[in-house]
Structures are given as structure tokens and as C-alpha cells.
T-cell receptor, first 116, second 111 residues
Framework: SAVISQKPSRDICQRGTSLTIQCQVD?????MFWYRQQPGQSLTLIAT?????????ESGFVIDKFPISRPNLTFSTLTVSNMSPEDSSIYLC?????????????FGPGTRLTVL | GENVEQHPSTLSVQEGDSAVIKCTYS??????FPWYKQELGKRPQLIID?????GEKKDQRIAVTLNKTAKHFSLHITETQPEDSAVYFC??????????FGPGTRLSVLP
């Protein structure tokens, strides 16, 4: 399976600032995803990031708030803009590893964000 | 779109007993159903999955069953151990696209 790393692992930020989270994969993958996991909650998909095209955002998430870059097949960034305490959460990137017929999904270690 | 429900939300079992977590899905096109285990402070880890062309799959103490007609699938853990304590998420997707996750089950294995 793909090895995924994320930076930073955690951060404490002030209200109104922005944080960019990096996701690095050890192999080329077509599709990368960004999820948010609030304390004690399930995984909520923010957006799908494909190399060479605009990210596709899920309902409730917009590009101005969560701009995403996907410059190549091994890297992506998610920016949390103009942060408020409600943005405090764990942000996880994930990738799909192509199987014979089905793609399996693997997660990065997550970035724990606290907004004061 | 797909909707995945998961029950129970919390489950406590005595060490050595079995644990069963059930999920239902709404989209009959879904054909791939992975299960993830998330220990406290760690990332979700894929532990087992099942495709729609089989009804059951087993890996040591873990098994999954799938009922396509009823649109539900279950995770079975036998001979539970304290290290099985974690949050378990089911998910449904179509050939590994568009994963939708259940709300999770917090399993506690009591010594």
C-alpha cells in the first residue's frame, strides 16, 4: 500500500489566519482526497484532488475556504483559510491505490488543527 | 447519493467474547465495502474489505458478511482482545470510487 505523510502533524493557530497542510505519497496516484474528522465524528469528504484539474468540492465546502493544489501525482496541499474555532478538527489526506478491479483507500496520519 | 448507517454507535464486550457491527447502505450500485479501524490519535487503517461478488470473507479473527439483497454488511470479531478497542468505520463505494463512511462504532473490550 502507498505510504502517505502529512505536514504539519498538528498546529495551533489564531482566528483569521490560514494554514496549509501538505500531503506526500511515495508513489504516483491519480486521485487524492481530503477529509475532515471532527472530535468523535466520522470522516467527512472535503474535496477530491486530481492532478491537472480543479478540485471537486463536496456540498458544504467551497474553494475560497479550502483551496487545494495538486501540482503532481505524489503531492497535494489543502489550505484552511480565514480560520475560526469551528475549523478545529483533524484533516486527513487519503489516496486510492489501484487494485485489479477495485481501488482501496489509504489514509495519511492526519493534521490536528486547533484554532483559538 | 449513497447513505451509510452503522450500529451500534458504542459497543462494550468482555475480552474473549465476540463483537458484531452492522452497516446498511442505500445505493444498490455500491459494490465495495471496506472496514477501517481507528485507534485513538491514529489514522484509519483498512482492516478488511468485501466485494459484492462474495457473501463472506474471513481473515483470522475478523470476518465480514454481505447481504446485497438487504443492502447490509457486518463486521464480526471473535475472541476479542484489549487491542481490538478502537473506533470502527464501515464504508461503501462503487468500484472504489466515491467512498461514503458510516458514523463509526466505538468498541471497548473489557479485561
Amino acid at each position: 500500500s502507498a505510504v502517505i505523510s502529512q505536514k504539519p502533524s498538528r498546529d495551533i493557530c489564531q482566528r483569521g489566519t490560514s494554514l496549509t497542510i501538505q500531503c506526500q505519497v511515495d508513489s504516483q496516484v491519480t486521485m487524492m482526497f481530503w477529509y475532515r474528522q471532527q472530535p468523535g465524528q466520522s470522516l467527512t469528504l472535503i474535496a477530491t484532488a486530481n492532478q491537472g484539474s480543479e478540485a471537486t468540492y463536496e456540498s458544504g465546502f467551497v474553494i475560497d475556504k479550502f483551496p487545494i493544489s495538486r501540482p503532481n501525482l505524489t503531492f497535494s496541499t489543502l489550505t484552511v483559510s480565514n480560520m475560526s474555532p469551528e475549523d478545529s478538527s483533524i484533516y486527513l489526506c487519503s489516496v486510492e491505490d489501484s487494485g485489479l478491479l477495485y481501488n482501496e483507500q489509504f489514509f495519511g496520519p492526519g493534521t490536528r488543527l486547533t484554532v483559538l | 447519493g449513497e447513505n451509510v448507517e452503522q450500529h451500534p454507535s458504542t459497543l462494550s464486550v468482555q475480552e474473549g467474547d465476540s463483537a458484531v457491527i452492522k452497516c446498511t447502505y442505500s445505493d444498490s450500485a455500491s459494490n465495495y465495502f471496506p472496514w477501517y479501524k481507528q485507534e485513538l490519535g491514529k489514522r484509519p487503517q483498512l482492516i478488511i474489505d468485501i466485494r459484492s461478488n462474495v457473501g463472506e470473507k474471513k481473515d483470522q479473527r475478523i470476518a465480514v458478511t454481505l447481504n446485497k439483497t438487504a443492502k447490509h454488511f457486518s463486521l464480526h470479531i471473535t475472541e476479542t482482545q484489549p487491542e481490538d478497542s478502537a473506533v470502527y468505520f464501515c464504508a461503501a463505494s462503487n468500484y472504489g470510487q466515491n467512498f461514503v463512511f458510516g458514523p463509526g462504532t466505538r468498541l471497548s473490550v473489557l479485561p
